[in-house]
Antibody
Framework: QVQLQESGPGLVKPSQTLSLTCTVS??????????WSWIRQPAGKGLEWIGR???????NYNPSLKSRVTISVDTSKNQFSLKLSSVTAADTAVYYC?????????WGQGTLVTVSS | DIQMTQSPSSVSASVGDRVTITCRAS??????LAWYQQKPGKAPKLLIY???SLQTGVPSRFSGSGSGTDFSLTISSLQPEDFATYYC?????????FGQGTKVEIK
């Protein structure tokens, strides 16, 4: 079955760039049938959609983050990635990757990223 | 952005109860509406997509309805494993947005 797994540093310093990778198994990203999304959730709060990428590199971003976000895809590794620049404490959250098909499914288990010096 | 408002924010219910959660969009989203269940420390799980389509493997006691701006998720007979937080999400207009969540608690 399709599985997603997030990876990357759990601690990022303020003003630096947060970088996460999502490794997909069970389906080829290059099959071109789906978009691939990043979503985050601060502790005890709700869900925020960050953006998504298609297999050809086309992206859609949340305007609230657009100036700081880059989502890219590496079909050779069956991975897609998130970069969020100039982070502050407000970017501390659990970050999830997910397949986007009119609803997000499946999701990765999530990875906690803390922004702190 | 389209604002998604869920009600109630929390509900206390007993096993076997029928529970309905509503979700209202600030503007029409057609049928581009999904429902998720999230348990503590876990990723959300897709229950319903396209407003009323049951995701594969989800028990039939879950159902969704609505279109345009008003939607609902119904659990026909609450089971112990259903105590969780539920979110709606619109996928009609960017950015995708979620409701604030409804916590279903044990009475």
């Amino acid at each position: 079955q399709v599985q997603l797994q997030e990876s990357g540093p759990g601690l990022v310093k303020p003003s630096q760039t947060l970088s996460l990778t999502c490794t997909v198994s069970g389906v080829s990203i290059s099959s071109g049938s789906y978009y691939w999304s990043w979503i985050r959730q601060p502790a005890g709060k709700g869900l925020e959609w960050i953006g998504r990428v298609y297999s050809n590199g086309n992206t859609n971003y949340n305007p609230s983050l657009k100036s700081r976000v880059t989502i890219s895809v590496d079909t050779s590794k069956n991975q897609f990635s998130l970069k969020l620049s100039s982070v502050t404490a407000a970017d501390t959250a659990v970050y999830y990757c997910a397949r986007d098909q009119g609803g997000a499914d499946p999701w990765g288990q999530g990875t906690l990223v803390t922004v702190s010096s | 952005d389209i604002q998604m408002t869920q009600s109630p924010s929390s509900v206390s219910a007993s096993v076997g109860d029928r529970v309905t959660i509503t979700c209202r969009a600030s503007q029409g989203v057609s049928s581009w509406l999904a429902w998720y269940q999230q348990k503590p420390g876990k990723a959300p799980k897709l229950l319903i997509y396209a407003a009323s389509s049951l995701q594969t493997g989800v028990p039939s006691r879950f159902s969704g309805s609505g279109s345009g701006t008003d939607f609902s998720l119904t659990i026909s007979s609450l089971q112990p494993e259903d105590f969780a937080t539920y979110y709606c999400q619109q996928a009609n207009s960017f950015p995708w947005t979620f409701g604030q969540g409804t916590k279903v608690e044990i009475k």
